[in-house]
């Protein structure tokens, strides 16, 4: 009995262990949550949500920390990357899906893996020695501009955008598109009226995760925007992001402009926080149906 | 004779389903018992029982008692470790670990404390030639248990259970997924054990239960319908079901 | 009629392999541009010798000793942390509200973007810890970083243990805890493996978060109390600041190599044992959730 009791007893104190080492996910979340908040709460509080989110003059020196320039900066690198993201990453989906054969799925693939595995700061290096001096070239100007951010952006969100809807085309019932074909229809129109309507939820999940993690990075655009936290009259301008302006300034920042920073960081995390949601909802739908 | 194995009144559900009604059996030692009957029976549920194996199954329930040597596997001071050494279970599908044979044989024993490296070579040959494996492999013991045909992985699991040094073996179908001359040698095996253990079996397959039973016992919708020695179930049933059973009229 | 459908067809047709040319078409653009300008530089003394003059002259010893550094460190505390709670959230307990805020939690991990890692490592570990600029702070803030995909392919990897095994081991009167110790730990073992390396991938090339955390000092990190310069870091300061083009070219060809060597280990171990874990690659937690979703739907 004895045995039997030290047994259960180690076993229940595995099991008490194994919950501790789970929950470290948790802890982790609540103490991100809890620092930003703490650092960033101050500022928030002092000059109220509306002035900070509103604010078209975001100036440290002068304690000005609008932060309308960094949103509007973040929209439309993020924009400009859905824009040329999503038709080539779904295109290149369904090509994976439904064209490609096996061969060249099993060559295209491990690209596509190794595009999702090139560092952040490498994009940034590639876009700052090659884009931004064809963009001075070309569009004349610094170079230096939301559109060479949003060009980069959308290069690196294309392997989330394409694994997530090709695994979403992937999913629909073959039956779906068997009915299809057996009425008639040829391969494409069975693409685009069935397996694509079908696969919608999926694919419009994949463009949300996609545009979260183009809010969300930091290096590339630090390289490539310019970092000027004006709101920008084109696209051909610099501008800042929300991430670029955190990077940038927190070397030196101390003080309320460091918790400005932080400010900016809620208000990221909070924008990150709607957008997973939004995919998680989605996925939740691709389930359901 | 002693009892080995006694249910009383035993019930079990699913959540709501009642998968076992009133179960009473008494299992003699050192004989095989074969429990037969259509699929979904609740045969290999009750099989399951004496081991506690549907423990692993979190919305089981259970009412009544399963007696083993005089003491309920039910009662809740009952060292399940102990149990299931002493109750060994061989599934269908044979289960060999991931491992080398050597280690498959082993790993009961070291789990349960010995390290003599003398004691487990030992334990390892004894258990192989037990399980009439030893001739096959005995040249081969690192190599990989997955290596092994499907009889052989089967008999390699009746050897894991008989180095653990069990008293009950409890066979759910294991010739079901082997061909007709591993599942020969299956029985025989059988027949060989019956001298030391006491054997519980469940199967699909009539002859076979003829062949190697001593006592057979007939469940029909969570009920055991019919229990008695062998030739007297098969020969003279008492019961209508268990005739239109035997005579292939319904399962 | 049948005609212009077809020639529809034929059109859409080549737009879709256009779309897919353009996607290998920028890989291949990047990394042979980068690796043209970058490999001749790349040399022995290159990688063993330490920089002068802020990295304008020299090698970058010291910072691929300080990205091996943090590497490691981040995993040494991210493995068994991940591989525990795989196995806590696959083998102790029903999915019921306390797996749902882990698993919420640990998406929510995967989403949050390394530059607010970097902030709540700098406020939490950095300033609050009094931990400083360090290989220790940068190698925590990564470590949660990396947990998601620690944690997902861990769990896909002792689910995919087949029930068998734990019967066989539970029927010999192992207990809980032995058997998956000794039976299916050992059996996931290649999709454990499989997830640590992509966790390896992701702290090489990480920035931000390194950034805000290890501080960026350029010598040769000893303690796991200094501060240090990791590769990623390293270039970024040589490209941003303009100090040397050639060695800026060189570092992000290591980087790339790096990454296509560690992705070409994890494919051929996933290939040899066959485990759905492509989504992995991308971040695409949620993906797998869903993938989790559907199979202990069904």
């Known amino acids: 009995m004895t045995n039997q009791e030290r047994t259960n007893r180690k076993e229940r104190n595995i099991r008490g262990l194994l919950f501790g080492i789970a929950s470290v996910a948790v802890t982790g979340v609540v103490l991100i949550i809890l620092f930003v908040f703490k650092e960033g709460w101050p500022v928030l509080f002092k000059y109220g949500p509306v002035a900070l989110f509103t604010g078209k003059v975001w100036q440290p020196m002068t304690a000005d920390y609008g932060m309308l320039p ?13 824009v040329i993201g999503v038709p080539l990453g779904v295109g290149c989906a369904v090509f994976l899906a439904e064209i490609a054969s096996e061969t060249i799925g099993k060559m295209i693939r491990p690209a596509i893996n190794l595009l999702a595995g090139i560092p952040s700061v490498v994009y940034g290096f590639f876009g700052l020695v090659l884009l931004v001096p064809f963009l001075r070239m070309t569009v004349g100007g610094l170079g ?12 690196m969100i294309l392997p989330t955008i394409i694994s997530v809807s090709e695994d979403a085309i992937r999913a629909t019932p073959r039956e779906y598109k068997e009915a299809s074909l057996a009425l008639g229809a040829n391969h494409w129109q069975t693409i685009y009226k069935v397996l694509i309507p079908a696969a919608r939820s999926g694919i419009m999940a994949a463009v949300v995760l996609g545009m979260g993690r183009a809010i969300g990075e930091t290096m590339a655009v630090i390289m490539i925007t310019g970092n000027t936290p004006l709101i920008p009259k084109s696209l051909f301008e610099p501008g800042a992001t929300l991430t670029g302006t955190i990077g940038q300034e927190w070397a030196y920042a101390s003080g309320e402009h460091a918790g400005a920073l932080f400010t900016v960081g809620i208000l990221l995390f909070g924008l990150i926080m709607i957008i997973n949601s939004i995919a998680l909802f989605l996925f939740g739908k691709k389930v359901e149906s | 004779m002693d009892l080995k194995v006694k249910a009383q009144q035993f019930n079990l559900y699913y959540g709501n389903f009642q998968a076992l009604k009133e179960i009473n059996m008494e299992i003699f030692p050192k004989t095989v018992t074969a429990l037969i009957g259509p699929s979904g029976c ?3 549920t009750f099989l399951r029982s004496l081991n506690r194996m549907n423990d692993l199954i979190d919305t089981v329930r259970i009412e009544g008692r399963i007696i083993l040597d005089g003491n309920n596997v039910y009662d809740p001071k009952t060292d399940v470790v102990a149990l299931r050494k002493k109750v060994g279970m061989v599934f269908q599908k044979p289960n060999p670990f991931p491992m080398s044979i050597y ?6 024993p070291r789990v349960h404390g010995i390290k003599d490296k003398l004691r487990l070579n030992e334990l390892v040959e004894r258990s192989l030639i037990g399980a009439a494996l030893w001739d096959e492999v005995k040249d081969r013991l690192q190599s990989p248990a997955l290596r092994l ?12 259970l008989l180095a653990v040094e069990p008293e009950v073996l409890l066979m759910d179908e294991p010739a079901s997924a082997l061909d007709p001359i591993s599942t020969g040698k299956i029985e025989d095996l059988i027949g060989e054990l019956k001298k030391n253990y006491t054997i519980i079996i469940v199967t699909h397959n009539m002859q076979q239960a003829a062949r190697i039973s001593d006592h057979l016992g007939f469940f029909l919708l969570g009920s055991l319908v019919e229990y008695g020695l062998t030739e007297k179930v098969m020969t003279n049933p008492e019961r209508k079901e268990t005739e239109d059973y035997l005579t292939g009229r319904f399962g | 009629m049948r005609r212009i459908t077809k020639y529809t067809q034929g059109l859409a047709f080549v737009l879709l392999w256009v779309t897919a040319l353009i996607t290998i078409g920028f890989l291949l653009l990047i990394v042979f541009f980068i690796l043209k300008e970058g490999l001749p530089s790349v040399n022995w003394e290159f990688l ?9 002259e020299g090698g970058i010893f010291p910072t691929i000793i300080a990205s091996l550094y943090l ?3 981040s995993l040494v505390i991210a493995t068994p942390i991940g ?17 749902k805020i882990i698993r919420f939690a640990t998406e929510i991990l995967a989403g949050v973007p390394s530059i607010i890692f970097g902030l709540f490592g700098f406020a939490f570990l950095v300033t609050f810890l009094k931990l400083g600029f360090s290989i220790l702070s940068g190698a925590i803030t990564l470590a949660l970083m990396l947990l998601p995909t620690i944690i997902r392919t861990a769990e896909e990897a002792i689910k995919s243990v087949p029930n068998s095994y734990r019967e066989g081991s539970l029927a010999l009167g192992a207990t809980k805890w032995v058997t998956i110790a000794k039976v299916v730990i050992p059996a996931a073992l290649p999709g454990i493996v499989t997830g640590i390396i992509l966790g390896v991938g992701r702290a090489i090339g990480e920035t931000a978060a390194v950034w805000l955390t290890v501080g960026g000092a350029l010598r040769l990190p000893i303690s796991i109390m200094d501060s240090a310069r990791p590769m990623t870091l390293h270039l970024y300061t040589l490209a941003a600041e303009g100090l040397s083009l050639p060695r800026a070219y060189a570092t992000a060809s290591i980087l790339i190599i790096c990454i296509w060597i560690i992705n070409t280990v994890a494919n051929l171990l996933m290939a040899r044992f066959s485990l759905k874990l492509r989504a992995q690659f991308f971040h695409g937690e949620f993906e797998a959730a869903f993938c989790d979703k559907a199979i202990s739907g069904g």
């Not at chain 3, 063993?48 to 304008?56: L, N």
């Open chain 1, 144 to 155: 230096f501009s939301l559109l060479a951010g949003g060009i980069i952006l959308a290069i």
């Open chain 2, 103 to 108: 280690d498959n044989i082993a790993y009961g």
């Open chain 3, 71 to 73: 590497t490691l460190a």
């Open chain 3, 83 to 99: 591989i525990g709670a795989a196995i806590y959230l696959t083998e102790y307990t029903r999915e019921g509200a306390g797996t």
């Open chain 2, 42 to 44: 609740g045969k290999s």
């Open chain 1, 70 to 82: 960094l949103i509007v900066g973040s929209t439309y690198v993020t924009l400009i990357a859905l």
């Open chain 3, 48 to 56: 063993t010798a330490y920089p002068r003059r802020m990295g304008r």
């Open chain 2, 149 to 160: 045909s499907g009889g052989q992985q089967q008999r390699l699991c009746i050897a894991r």
